[in-house]
């Protein structure tokens, strides 16, 4: 481009003595093309940053922090973007029905535990296999639970939820209670690593968990069980969530 310039500047001294009008609408072509140029360059710069600040807007807090964190701990490489990441309480009740609920802290008398996270998924790395690996990590740095999922993922959100559980009531392999991680990996990538709480069991008798280990989200429901005694989805559990913050502003 400065070449150019410079050939166009020559030519239009050349011509400034003998057409000023043509010397002047040459000058006045090349700055017309330099704004246009400028004002491409510019566009293309806006639409790339659109995507990444809509994602920032959708990320919460637990996100936020698990990405920052992850970042410290490890070479950060993924370009996915973690937008939510969390624990789901799952608990069945004497009549086998089974609730799910959102929380930020979980006790020993909670039934069982499965993590889930959210993913932002750029175009030019959508419509493909994706590996996420979910990694929790109790107080004393052992590993609890790891589990990998193969996931297609989509450009957009993508909502991918552990296929497995971690049973926690009458589990006497776990750790002590305390801060524990949760640890997302991206293809082999840390990608997240959010901290949530662990009290200790009240109970002065735990039952033993009919499963040894993790137990399998297929576990859950049955094909007899009734439409009503379903567990509620993770979109819905997370909908709810959403309602209730709103509210509660």
């Given at each position: 481009?400065g070449v150019i310039g410079a050939v166009i500047g020559l030519a239009a001294l050349a011509t400034l003595t003998e057409a000023p009008v043509?010397?002047?609408?040459?000058?006045?072509?090349?700055?017309?093309?330099?704004?246009?140029?400028?004002?491409?360059?510019?566009?293309?710069?806006?639409?790339?940053?659109?995507?990444?600040?809509?994602?920032?807007?959708?990320?919460?807090?637990?996100?936020?922090?698990?990405?920052?964190?992850?970042?410290?701990?490890?070479?950060?490489?993924?370009?996915?973007?973690?937008?939510?990441?969390?624990?789901?309480?799952?608990?069945?009740?004497?009549?086998?029905?089974?609730?799910?609920?959102?929380?930020?802290?979980?006790?020993?008398?909670?039934?069982?535990?499965?993590?889930?996270?959210?993913?932002?998924?750029?175009?030019?790395?959508?419509?493909?296999?994706?590996?996420?690996?979910?990694?929790?990590?109790?107080?004393?740095?052992?590993?609890?639970?790891?589990?990998?999922?193969?996931?297609?993922?989509?450009?957009?959100?993508?909502?991918?939820?552990?296929?497995?559980?971690?049973?926690?009531?009458?589990?006497?392999?776990?750790?002590?209670?305390?801060?524990?991680?949760?640890?997302?990996?991206?293809?082999?990538?840390?990608?997240?690593?959010?901290?949530?709480?662990?009290?200790?069991?009240?109970?002065?008798?735990?039952?033993?968990?009919?499963?040894?280990?993790?137990?399998?989200?297929?576990?859950?429901?049955?094909?007899?069980?009734?439409?009503?005694?379903?567990?509620?989805?993770?979109?819905?559990?997370?909908?709810?969530?959403?309602?209730?913050?709103?509210?509660?502003?």
């Amino acid at each position: 481009m400065g070449v150019i310039g410079a050939v166009i500047g020559l030519a239009a001294l050349a011509t400034l003595t003998e057409a000023p009008v043509l010397s002047v609408l040459m000058v006045g072509a090349y700055v017309a093309m330099l704004a246009a140029i400028f004002a491409n360059d510019r566009l293309r710069q806006l639409q790339n940053m659109i995507p990444t600040l809509a994602a920032t807007t959708k990320t919460t807090s637990a996100a936020r922090n698990a990405v920052a964190r992850a970042r410290r701990l490890s070479n950060y490489t993924t370009d996915e973007s973690v937008t939510d990441i969390g624990i789901i309480i799952n608990e069945k009740d004497r009549n086998g029905r089974w609730t799910r609920r959102i929380a930020q802290s979980v006790s020993m008398d909670d039934q069982a535990i499965q993590p889930y996270v959210k993913v932002n998924v750029p175009p030019d790395q959508s419509n493909r296999v994706a590996l996420i690996k979910f990694e929790v990590v109790d107080k004393a740095g052992k590993t609890q639970f790891s589990r990998e999922v193969e996931q297609y993922v989509r450009d957009g959100e993508n909502l991918i939820p552990s296929d497995q559980q971690l049973p926690f009531r009458g589990n006497d392999k776990l750790g002590r209670a305390g801060t524990w991680d949760l640890q997302v990996s991206i293809n082999g990538a840390l990608a997240a690593c959010h901290s949530f709480g662990v009290s200790p069991s009240t109970a002065a008798m735990r039952p033993i968990l009919e499963d040894d280990g993790e137990a399998a989200i297929a576990h859950l429901s049955t094909p007899d069980d009734k439409e009503d005694d379903m567990p509620l989805s993770l979109e819905d559990l997370l909908r709810e969530q959403r309602q209730g913050s709103s509210r509660g502003s």
